[in-house]
C-alpha cells in the first residue's frame, strides 16, 4: 500500500460544483502540502499543515480551501470549481522530527481534476 | 524570492547516451537542492539530494553536485535506459520555510532503443 494515498485519482465535475480531493498518510508525518501541476509550470503550493491547528496559504491559495482533519489527513475543497483549476494535484508529506531528513517530501500519485 | 530554472524538454536519447538536464537556481536563505522524477501515472519520487555546496548526492547511477559558485545543480548520468523515461523537476528548499519545495518546471526524458 503506499504511503501517501490520494482519492479520487481521476474527477471530471462541472463548472461551478465543489469538489473535495482527500489525502491520507501511513507515514507519520506532522507536515502535509497540497501542490498543483500544470504543463510548462511545474508544481505550485496551494496549502501546507504542520499539524491540525496550523493550516498556511502557499502561492496560489485563492479559490481553494483545506481540512486537517487528523494528523493523517489532509483534504483540498474547490468550492466552486471553474476551468482553469484543471489540473494535477499533489498531496505530499514530510518528517519535522527527523532534521536530517527533514526538507524531503513523499508524493501521493495525484488526482486528475478536469472542470468543464 | 525563490525559484529554479531547467532545461526545457523533450530530450530524446538513444539507450547507453550520456544525459545532462541543467537546473539552476535563486534563493534568498542557504538552500537544500533535489531532484524529483515522475514516472508514467505515477506521483514523484525523490531521485537524489544535497544539503550543502560541493556536496555531490547519487542515486540509481545519477549523480548532481551542488555548486554555489554558479549556483547550479546539474542531473547527469552516464548511460541512459529506456526505464529511465520519464519527468525530472529540480527543486530547492530553504531552511526556516516549513520545507516548502520550488519546483523547476521539468524536464521529460525520452530514451529509445
Known amino acids: 500500500d503506499a504511503d501517501v494515498t490520494q482519492t479520487p485519482r481521476n474527477r471530471i465535475t462541472k463548472t461551478g460544483k465543489r469538489i473535495m480531493l482527500e489525502c491520507s498518510q501511513t507515514k507519520g508525518h506532522d507536515r502535509m502540502y497540497w501542490y498543483r501541476q500544470d504543463p510548462g509550470l511545474g508544481l505550485q503550493l496551494i496549502y501546507y499543515?504542520?499539524?491540525?491547528?496550523?493550516?498556511n496559504k502557499g502561492e496560489i491559495s485563492d479559490g481553494y480551501s483545506v481540512s486537517r482533519q487528523a494528523q493523517a489527513k489532509f483534504s483540498l475543497s474547490l468550492e466552486s470549481a471553474i476551468p482553469n483549476q484543471t489540473a494535477l494535484y499533489f498531496c505530499?508529506?514530510?518528517?519535522?522530527?527527523?532534521?536530517?531528513?527533514?526538507?524531503?517530501?513523499?508524493f501521493g500519485q495525484g488526482t486528475r481534476l478536469t472542470v468543464v | 524570492g525563490n525559484s529554479v530554472t531547467q532545461m526545457e524538454g523533450p530530450v530524446t536519447l538513444s539507450e547507453e547516451a550520456f544525459l545532462t538536464i541543467n537546473c539552476t537556481y535563486t534563493a534568498t536563505g542557504y538552500p537544500s537542492l533535489f531532484w524529483y522524477v515522475q514516472y508514467p501515472g505515477e506521483g514523484l519520487q525523490l531521485l537524489l539530494k544535497a544539503t550543502k555546496a560541493d556536496d555531490k548526492g547519487s542515486n540509481k547511477g545519477f549523480e548532481a553536485t551542488y555548486r554555489k559558485e554558479t549556483t547550479s545543480f546539474h542531473l547527469e548520468k552516464g548511460s541512459v535506459q529506456v526505464s529511465d523515461s520519464a519527468v525530472y523537476f529540480c527543486a530547492l528548499t530553504v531552511t526556516g520555510t516549513a520545507s516548502k519545495l520550488t519546483f523547476g518546471t521539468g524536464t521529460r526524458l525520452q530514451v529509445t532503443l
Open positions: 499543515s504542520f499539524d491540525v491547528k496550523d493550516i
Open positions: 505530499a508529506t514530510s518528517d519535522l522530527t527527523d532534521r536530517a531528513k527533514n526538507t524531503e517530501a513523499f
